[in-house]
């Protein structure tokens, strides 16, 4: 492989990550997908639901603010101050078992993933 076979490998499985983040999310907060793929902020259900999303992402993957903030279209900045209002909610003990629910659940799912990928043409 080449160093831009590499580099492209590496954003695709971000971008997975990503996604696999947002479709828990919106099925855990029973939120439209459409609705945190908006470019507008959307009312507060939504707009805490994408910053759980881009969240999970941030912790759960390890991904970069920024390519976090690539993924869901908004900027680093932006991911910065989701993970922190997130962060400061983690106080409350239904949040934080969700949380931790969701992210045991997204790191279980994407190791069963990497381990048995998908055969093409099936």
């Given at each position: 492989?080449?160093?831009?076979?590499?580099?492209?490998?590496?954003?695709?499985?971000?971008?997975?990550?990503?996604?696999?983040?947002?479709?828990?999310?919106?099925?855990?907060?029973r939120i439209p997908l459409a609705g945190?793929?908006?470019?507008?902020?959307?009312?507060?259900?939504?707009?805490?639901?994408r910053q759980t999303a881009m969240y999970l992402a941030h912790v759960a993957f390890g991904l970069s603010l920024t390519r976090v903030g690539i993924c869901f279209g908004r900027d680093r900045t932006t991911v910065r101050h989701?993970?922190?209002?997130?962060?400061?909610?983690?106080?409350?003990?239904?949040?934080?078992?969700?949380?931790?629910?969701?992210e045991a659940a997204l790191l279980a799912a994407m190791a069963k993933l990497v381990d048995h990928p998908v055969e093409a043409g099936r």
């Open positions: 492989m080449n160093i831009a076979s590499d580099q492209s490998q590496v954003v695709l499985r971000a971008t997975a990550e990503a996604r696999l983040a947002e479709v828990a999310t919106a099925a855990a907060a945190l793929r908006a470019a507008n902020r959307g009312r507060k259900p939504i707009a805490l639901a989701a993970c922190a209002l997130i962060e400061d909610r983690r106080d409350d003990p239904r949040l934080e078992f969700g949380l931790t629910a969701l």
